[in-house]
C-alpha cells in the first residue's frame, strides 16, 4: 500500500521530502519513515498526543524509537487538531523555502493508498481460489478508512459475495462508515469502476473500542494474549487487537455460525506492543 503506491508516487513526482501525520505511535509513520530511508527520501512526521498519557515509554519506545532510528524528524500537537490541515500548512512553509514536499494523509487512506487493499483483496481472492476455500467473511481493523475502502472495492469490482466487516478503532459506526465510504469512491473512480460500491457495502462495528484510539479495553489485551499463545501470531494494542477482539466475541456469541469459513486480515502492528508495556503488567 504505502511503497508500491505513495512512495512511487512521491519518487514520480520527484520529491526531496515525504511528510505524514498520525498518532504518536502511529504505525504508518513508522513505516513511512522506512520506506523513504529504503529510497533515500528526506521525511518530516507530524504526530498527534491523542492519549495524553503520562507513561514516558509511550513517547520514547515503540514506533516513535523505530521513527527516529529510520532517520525521520519530528514534531508533536496537541490532540484534536485536523492534523491534515496541519500537515500541508507545515508542508507549505518546507516548499516556501524551494523544498520538493510529498504529503501523505494520515494512514496513507487516499484513492492512491488505497490501491494497495485493492490488489490485497485480489490477492486474497487468487489465494482462496488455489486452496478451494469457500470464505464466508474477511474482518479487519477499521481506522483512518483505507484499509477498509480498498478492500470493499477490491472484492466489488469482480462481484465477489465474501462479506467484508471492518471492526472500529476510533469513531462511531455511522461516521467510521461514511469515512470509508468517501474513500471507496474515489478510489473506485480511479480504477475506473465508479458504480461498483453502494453505501450499505460498507460496514463497520465499532463495539469494541473501548475508552477511545489507543486505548486498549480488556478484549483487545485477551486477544492479544489468546493470539501470541494460542498461534505465535503478535497483534497490536491500537488496531488489529481491536479487530482481533471483534472476532473473537462475533465467534463466542454465535454470530459467525460453526462450520462458517472467516479470515482474519492481520494489518500488522507489533511494533506498538513496546510502547504499551504498562498494559500487560
Not at 34 to 53: N, Q, T, V
Not at 56 to 68: A, F, H, M, Q, R
Not at 83 to 99: F, H, I, P, S, T
Given at each position: 500500500?504505502?511503497?508500491?503506491?505513495?512512495?512511487?508516487?512521491?519518487?514520480?513526482?520527484?520529491?526531496?521530502?515525504?511528510?505524514?501525520?498520525?498518532?504518536?505511535?502511529?504505525?504508518?509513520?513508522?513505516?513511512?519513515?522506512?520506506?523513504?530511508?529504503?529510497?533515500?527520501?528526506?521525511?518530516?512526521?507530524?504526530?498527534?498526543?491523542?492519549?495524553?498519557?503520562?507513561?514516558?515509554?509511550?513517547?520514547?519506545?515503540?514506533?516513535?524509537?523505530?521513527?527516529?532510528?529510520?532517520?525521520?524528524?519530528?514534531?508533536?500537537?496537541?490532540?484534536?487538531?485536523?492534523?491534515?490541515?496541519e500537515l500541508e500548512d507545515v508542508a507549505n512553509k518546507y516548499r516556501a523555502e524551494g523544498k520538493k514536499?510529498?504529503?501523505?494523509?494520515?494512514?496513507?487512506?487516499?484513492?492512491?493508498?488505497?490501491?494497495?487493499?485493492?490488489?490485497?483483496?485480489?490477492?486474497?481472492?487468487?489465494?482462496?481460489?488455489?486452496?478451494?476455500?469457500?470464505?464466508?467473511?474477511?474482518?479487519?481493523?477499521?481506522?483512518?478508512?483505507?484499509?477498509?475502502?480498498?478492500?470493499?472495492?477490491?472484492?466489488?469490482?469482480?462481484?465477489?459475495?465474501?462479506k467484508l466487516l471492518g471492526f472500529g478503532v476510533r469513531v462511531a459506526k455511522e461516521k467510521q462508515e461514511?469515512?470509508?465510504?468517501?474513500?471507496?469512491?474515489?478510489?473506485?473512480?480511479?480504477?475506473?469502476?465508479?458504480?461498483?460500491?453502494?453505501?450499505?457495502?460498507?460496514?463497520?462495528?465499532?463495539?469494541?473500542?473501548?475508552?477511545?484510539?489507543?486505548?486498549?479495553?480488556?478484549?483487545?489485551?485477551?486477544?492479544?494474549?489468546?493470539?501470541?499463545?494460542?498461534?505465535?501470531?503478535?497483534?497490536?494494542?491500537?488496531?488489529?487487537?481491536?479487530?482481533?477482539?471483534?472476532?473473537?466475541?462475533?465467534?463466542?456469541?454465535?454470530?459467525?455460525?460453526?462450520?462458517?469459513?472467516?479470515?482474519?486480515?492481520?494489518?500488522?502492528?507489533?511494533?506498538?506492543?513496546?510502547?504499551?508495556?504498562?498494559?500487560?503488567?
Amino acid at each position: 500500500m504505502l511503497t508500491e503506491w505513495l512512495i512511487a508516487d512521491a519518487i514520480e513526482q520527484c520529491a526531496e521530502y515525504v511528510m505524514t501525520q498520525g498518532a504518536t505511535q502511529s504505525n504508518h509513520a513508522r513505516q513511512t519513515a522506512a520506506a523513504c530511508a529504503k529510497f533515500g527520501l528526506k521525511c518530516h512526521i507530524l504526530l498527534e498526543d491523542r492519549l495524553g498519557s503520562k507513561d514516558s515509554n509511550y513517547y520514547e519506545n515503540g514506533n516513535v524509537l523505530l521513527d527516529d532510528l529510520f532517520g525521520a524528524t519530528m514534531e508533536y500537537r496537541p490532540s484534536g487538531l485536523d492534523m491534515n490541515q496541519e500537515l500541508e500548512d507545515v508542508a507549505n512553509k518546507y516548499r516556501a523555502e524551494g523544498k520538493k514536499v510529498y504529503t501523505i494523509v494520515g494512514g496513507g487512506s487516499n484513492e492512491i493508498g488505497a490501491l494497495g487493499y485493492v490488489n490485497c483483496a485480489y490477492e486474497m481472492l487468487q489465494q482462496f481460489d488455489e486452496k478451494a476455500l469457500d470464505v464466508d467473511h474477511i474482518v479487519h481493523a477499521t481506522g483512518s478508512a483505507g484499509t477498509q475502502a480498498g478492500m470493499i472495492i477490491g472484492l466489488k469490482s469482480v462481484e465477489s459475495d465474501i462479506k467484508l466487516l471492518g471492526f472500529g478503532v476510533r469513531v462511531a459506526k455511522e461516521k467510521q462508515e461514511d469515512n470509508v465510504y468517501k474513500v471507496a469512491q474515489r478510489t473506485a473512480e480511479k480504477i475506473g469502476r465508479p458504480d461498483c460500491v453502494k453505501r450499505e457495502d460498507v460496514i463497520a462495528d465499532t463495539n469494541y473500542v473501548g475508552q477511545g484510539y489507543g486505548k486498549p479495553a480488556e478484549s483487545t489485551i485477551e486477544a492479544i494474549r489468546l493470539f501470541a499463545q494460542k498461534e505465535g501470531i503478535l497483534l497490536d494494542p491500537v488496531y488489529s487487537g481491536k479487530g482481533a477482539a471483534g472476532l473473537i466475541d462475533y465467534c463466542r456469541n454465535g454470530i459467525f455460525k460453526k462450520g462458517e469459513t472467516i479470515v482474519f486480515l492481520h494489518t500488522g502492528g507489533s511494533a506498538a506492543l513496546h510502547g504499551y508495556i504498562n498494559y500487560f503488567k
